[in-house]
């Protein structure tokens, strides 16, 4: 068990819906990753925060989005949704880099993941 | 850019097998590598980490050295077991950007009794 958590495990819906993941990182842990995974891409980072900002961005479509709140915890928003959506999807944490610094160490604890089907 | 590339699957080997998946990276600077497991129908785990050249990662039996003049982390383990039965992904953390991982393409390790 890495510490961090990710709901629901399973996600049933059709195209053209909007649907919510949820990720609540590693206690201690300011930086909040999501990454997809499918057959055909292979896993792919999306988006990273860090302390509720925005750090880097990835392979995500302008159909999705994300934010992590003051507790930490992180939402992907995934809209209009189309078959080629469903996928894993995979939220990571790691940890602050000890000494005051603003950066995440590169070592990173994955969740469980969300299993999404689209219709 | 920075990339990785591993054996493609599947291995299928008997138990007590020596194992070997190689891996290598292409990539700007110095980066840290990894090998994440991932068991059937759970999420991806750290298996080990080397940070820089000549550092030998370990973990449950498994190892990788980190060579820099071969620019690979090939994953090994001596006597594989049934529960060793997972894919396996290589993958590194570019030195210019620590945000994200770069994965492999994951090789599918099949272990028969």
């Known amino acids: 068990d890495s510490g961090v958590t990710q709901t629901p495990k399973h996600l049933i819906t059709a195209t053209g819906q909007r649907v919510t993941l949820r990720c609540s990182p590693r206690s201690g842990d300011l930086s909040v990753y999501w990454y997809q995974q499918s057959l055909d891409q292979g896993l792919q980072f999306l988006i990273q925060y860090y302390n509720g900002e925005e750090r880097a961005k990835g392979n995500i479509l302008e159909r999705f989005s994300a934010q992590q709140f003051p507790d930490l915890h992180s939402e992907l928003n995934l809209s209009s949704l189309e078959l080629g959506d469903s996928a894993l999807y995979f939220c990571a944490s790691s940890d602050p880099i000890a000494g005051g610094s603003t950066e995440a160490t590169d070592t990173q604890y994955f969740g469980p993941g969300t299993r999404l089907t689209v219709l | 850019g920075d990339s990785v590339t591993q054996m493609e699957g599947p291995v299928t080997l008997s138990e007590e097998a020596f194992l070997t998946i190689n891996c290598t990276y292409t990539a700007t600077g110095y980066p840290s590598l990894f090998w994440y497991v991932q068991y059937p129908g759970e999420g991806l785990q750290l298996l080990l980490k080397a940070t820089k050249a000549d550092d030998k990662g370990s973990n449950k039996g498994f190892e990788a050295t980190y060579r820099k003049e071969t620019t690979s982390f090939h994953l090994e383990k001596g006597s594989v077991q049934v529960s060793d039965s997972a894919v396996y992904f290589c993958?590194?953390?570019?030195?210019?950007?620590?945000?994200?991982?770069?994965f492999g393409s994951g090789t599918r390790l099949s272990i028969r009794p």
């Open positions: 993958a590194l953390s570019a030195a210019s950007s620590a945000s994200k991982i770069i």
